[in-house]
């Protein structure tokens, strides 16, 4: 069975589309969806503690987004270049997104901030992506702090540097967004009610803001991901399923590590990995019970990935909901908490 591109599609006026997240993140608003029925209900972010439980377990991604997006120049004839980090390799060699590529053949020297740091091309892979090796004197992540920015979104205009609350290990080209309505008050209250916090890690590739480019959903390919999951952290979840509590993702990135690294009768497994997972529906879900994340882009894989959960039709209605609410959308925007029969489970 071949599934459309199109089938996720919608509307969206470009004015709803939030270019700076809110000086106070739990003042979101939070639209509730009952991913059995559809029903929706309209809250603000910090209410989401009435809809949590004691016994539950919150999964959260602790990655922190590295200033992957550096301006050079080509040593030879001085023009411009824009490169993105994507993929650490071996002996400072990465792989990188090159804008304008064709000025980026093998061989190629590009200089950045005054020579502070030198690359040079050495190859040319799928995508028309480039490994570059890097030349440098001191800490190649201070020079980076140095010289780089914050890669964004292309929907995204301003240039910010914004992260969770508890980002802790470098390593994404971008942020973790759902993570971005948790302040450390409201972490505290969701833990003293008796909420676990289960941290993962999942360093965010670009491939996430990756337009599917075929027609047949099923022929979309994911970029791999690379992620990790102590054993402390995999213990909590796996206590929390065993004992009837729910497991709730915050993030389609936490998703996407709880559902890679989990057995097929739901138990997560600690180690590291990379993952090239592409969740649509038809999915069957093994661990993750509810989530928490951002309103996504039309005909992407994120939305695809809701869909999933909750079903298509209910997530298309719940969209045109948000959109004749006026809700704020994408990396910066309000929040949808999708389980199953949330009211009923109010406190």
Same mark, same amino acid.
């Given at each position: 069975?071949?599934?459309?591109?199109?089938?996720?599609?919608?509307?969206?006026?470009?004015?709803?589309?939030?270019?700076?997240?809110?000086?106070?993140?739990?003042?979101?608003?939070?639209?509730?969806?009952?991913?059995?029925?559809?029903?929706? /209900?309209?809250?603000?972010?910090?209410?989401?503690?009435?809809?949590?439980?004691?016994?539950?377990?919150?999964?959260?991604?602790?990655?922190?987004?590295?200033?992957?997006?550096?301006?050079?120049?080509?040593?030879?004839?001085?023009?411009?270049?824009?490169?993105?980090?994507?993929?650490?390799?071996?002996?400072?060699?990465?792989?990188?997104?090159?804008?304008?590529?064709?000025?980026?053949?093998?061989?190629?020297?590009?200089?950045?901030?005054?020579?502070?740091?030198?690359?040079?091309?050495?190859?040319?892979?799928?995508?028309?992506?480039?490994?570059?090796?890097?030349?440098?004197?001191?800490?190649?992540?201070?020079?980076?702090?140095?010289?780089? /920015?914050?890669?964004?979104?292309?929907?995204?205009?301003? /240039?910010?540097?914004?992260?969770?609350?508890?980002?802790?290990?470098?390593?994404?080209?971008?942020?973790?967004?759902?993570?971005?309505?948790?302040? /450390?008050?409201?972490?505290?209250?969701?833990?003293?009610?008796?909420?676990?916090?289960?941290?993962?890690?999942?360093?965010?590739?670009?491939?996430?803001?990756?337009?599917?480019?075929?027609?047949?959903?099923?022929?979309?390919?994911?970029?791999?991901?690379?992620?990790?999951?102590?054993?402390?952290?995999?213990?909590?979840?796996?206590?929390?399923?065993?004992?009837?509590?729910?497991?709730?993702?915050?993030?389609?990135?936490?998703?996407?590590?709880?559902?890679?690294?989990?057995?097929?009768?739901?138990?997560?497994?600690?180690?590291?990995?990379?993952?090239?997972?592409?969740? $649509?529906?038809? $999915?069957?879900?093994?661990?993750?019970?509810?989530?928490?994340?951002?309103?996504?882009?039309?005909?992407?894989?994120?939305?695809?990935?809701?869909?999933?959960?909750?079903?298509?039709?209910?997530?298309?209605?719940? $969209?045109?909901?948000?959109?004749?609410?006026?809700?704020?959308?994408?990396?910066?925007?309000?929040?949808?908490?999708?389980?199953?029969?949330?009211?009923?489970?109010?406190?």
């Amino acid at each position: 069975m071949t599934m459309d591109v199109k089938d996720f599609d919608y509307e969206l006026p470009e004015e709803l589309i939030a270019q700076d997240p809110l000086e106070d993140r739990s003042a979101s608003r939070l639209m509730v969806l009952d991913r059995e029925t559809g029903e929706i /209900q309209h809250r603000i972010f910090k209410d989401i503690t009435e809809y949590l439980r004691p016994g539950d377990c919150l999964v959260i991604n602790d990655t922190k987004v590295i200033p992957a997006r550096l301006f050079g120049v080509k040593k030879d004839t001085g023009a411009k270049i824009e490169i993105l980090l994507l993929k650490r390799g071996e002996n400072d060699i990465w792989e990188t997104l090159v804008r304008p590529g064709k000025k980026a053949k093998p061989g190629t020297v590009i200089e950045f901030g005054e020579g502070l740091l030198t690359g040079t091309v050495v190859d040319t892979v799928d995508d028309g992506n480039r490994m570059i090796q890097f030349y440098y004197k001191g800490i190649f992540e201070e020079i980076l702090d140095q010289l780089g /920015q914050m890669p964004l979104p292309p929907y995204i205009t301003h /240039q910010l540097k914004d992260k969770t609350v508890y980002a802790r290990h470098e390593g994404s080209a971008a942020a973790p967004t759902a993570g971005l309505h948790f302040t /450390q008050e409201l972490l505290a209250e969701i833990e003293g009610m008796g909420v676990k916090i289960a941290h993962v890690t999942l360093h965010v590739g670009l491939g996430t803001f990756r337009p599917v480019k075929v027609e047949n959903v099923q022929d979309h390919h994911m970029h791999s991901e690379f992620y990790i999951v102590e054993e402390s952290e995999a213990k909590k979840v796996n206590d929390t399923k065993a004992a009837g509590g729910r497991v709730i993702c915050v993030g389609t990135t936490s998703c996407r590590t709880v559902e890679s690294a989990s057995t097929e009768d739901g138990v997560l497994k600690s180690g590291t990995g990379w993952t090239e997972i592409f969740i $649509y529906p038809g $999915y069957r879900f093994k661990a993750l019970d509810a989530l928490i994340t951002n309103f996504h882009l039309p005909q992407s894989t994120l939305v695809m990935l809701v869909s999933a959960l909750a079903g298509r039709e209910h997530i298309l209605d719940a $969209y045109r909901e948000a959109v004749k609410e006026g809700y704020r959308f994408f990396s910066f925007g309000d929040a949808m908490f999708i389980a199953a029969h949330p009211a009923a489970e109010k406190r």
